[in-house]
């Protein structure tokens, strides 16, 4: 498997990312995965919206999504062509939703546990996968994002083992179907340990 990890130096703005683009798109007939890094200070901004929902300032919060939401957008816009852009805007749409969602489970329950700031952190990586696999559709390289929601909540120490192996397997599966199916897969560069390496 040939995989090609780009890192948060080439994660930084619609710059660096072109220029990540480009590689991909050069090697992309060699290559099968991708990883990425969240955008920038993504995680970093996350975080302190995950640190106001629980002390009990949603609005706030909420803020700071928008605003991590936005800047997605404007990325995403500069990376992409009329062809994906609103297949993109409606992916990227679709994660800040569960976002919000996920905030107003924070402020309801008062804390952030480390599972909950890990999920929290993932939409980072997630929404980069998403723009990433969006743009090179828009440089005519057959790509997928796999974001694998559930695979971040299965690794809650409460699941159950035979849930977690499930969920590990559903994604494998996903990842190789595609895969087979000659597309590029881009995934979060967290989730690379749940790629087998065939």
Known sequence: MAILELKSGEM??????????????????RLTLVTVEAIGATERHLGKAGDQAAGQDLV??????????????????????DAVRSQTQHLISGLFEELSQLLQGIHLIGEL???GRAVLLSYGERTSAVIVAQALKARDVRAESVAA???????????PEKVKKRTAADFRREVSDLLDSGTLVVIPASLRSYVPET
């Open 12 to 29: 930084q703005d619609e710059e660096t990312i072109a220029g990540a683009l480009e590689r991909v798109s050069k090697e992309s007939s």
């Open 149 to 159: 929601r559930l695979l971040y909540l299965s690794q809650n120490p409460s699941i």
């Open 60 to 81: 706030l919060a909420s803020t700071l999504a928008e605003g991590i939401r936005t800047f997605h957008t404007q990325v995403a816009e500069q990376l992409t062509s």
């Open 113 to 115: 546990s480390p599972q």
